[in-house]
């Protein structure tokens, strides 16, 4: 597939576009009371936009049974969208995989809110590998030692996981930004919960959060034909080859790396770390 680069970030010509990409940046207005879902890609975007849509609508499963995700959390970057997200009524979810430095500049002077999550970049960069598979437009990317070159150079769809996170941990000081990460929605999803809730300002009763909870487990998303991805049209994506929701754990990389392959992708990790002020649970 055809791939062009933005500010040196290569972008995928099916979904994005040069104007498009500029007017996100420089005139599209984000309102005091959104909530962006930012990640990098494959980093726990759809689940924490569930988890967004069960906490708008206080734990009410109905809204996440009846109306696909790209309707309820848009990717601010795709054309079609963005269409979507201009007629959404306040308050917006809106979802985007947007480096810090390409993210709508009207962010620096609204009180919107953005849940910026994280994960281990070997997975990340494991699911990556596995869904692009199910895009028919996207080439082939070779072998896992192949990607993973790609990946750590950042010459990748939305470039370079370091970068990502050091443009958008920068901001960390910053009162409207919230970090989470995919190990910590794993390993206690409704103290996340709890969290989330108390950063937007939105106090659900224990029923209710327990129903955010169980609506947005692994099976749950799988199972809802609004949340699985399964309605991209066939000639789009080839679901015999790729699913979005394919395990959802925490260390799959190990069965997918050789030794070898996880020591060169350390030393890469530490040399890009160096100096962040902040830990992970994957460190």
């Not at 985007?96 to 281990?120: E, G, I, M, W």
């Not at 790396?257 to 100096?275: C, I, K, P």
Request: hydrophobic letters at 35%; glycine letters at 4%.
């Amino acid at each position: 597939m055809a791939c062009f680069k933005y500010k040196g970030i290569i972008f995928a010509q099916q979904f994005n576009s040069v104007e498009k990409l500029s007017y996100l940046e420089n005139d599209f207005q984000l309102l005091d009371d959104d909530i962006v879902n930012v990640t990098y890609p494959k980093s726990g975007t759809h689940w924490m936009s569930e988890i967004l849509s069960l906490i708008r609508s206080q734990g009410d499963p109905t809204w996440v049974q009846n109306v696909p995700l790209t309707e309820r959390a848009p990717c601010i970057e795709y054309a079609d969208h963005l269409q979507i997200a201009l007629k959404n009524p306040s308050p917006r979810i809106l979802t985007t995989h947007l480096p810090f430095q390409l993210f709508p500049k009207s962010f620096l002077h609204s009180k919107a809110k953005v849940v910026y999550t994280l994960r281990d970049p070997r997975d990340a960069m494991v699911s990556v590998y596995h869904f692009i598979k199910g895009f028919k437009e996207l080439k082939d990317l070779g072998t896992m030692e192949e990607f993973m070159e790609s990946f750590l150079s950042g010459e990748v769809a939305y470039g370079s996981w370091f970068d990502h996170v050091k443009g958008w941990v920068e901001m960390k000081e910053r009162a409207n930004i919230f970090f989470n990460t995919y190990e910590e929605l794993r390993q206690d999803l409704r103290g996340s919960v709890q969290k989330i809730c108390h950063f937007l300002g939105k106090e659900l009763n224990s029923q209710q959060i327990e129903s955010v909870v169980e609506n947005a487990s692994f099976h749950k998303m799988k199972d809802n034909k609004m949340s699985n991805f399964s309605l991209t049209p066939d000639n789009i994506f080839d679901h015999t080859k790729a699913t979005l929701l394919r395990k959802g754990i925490c260390g799959d990389w190990k069965n997918h790396l050789t030794v070898a392959q996880s020591e060169h992708f350390d030393r890469v990790y530490w040399e890009n770390m160096r100096g962040v002020n902040m830990t992970f649970p994957w460190e």
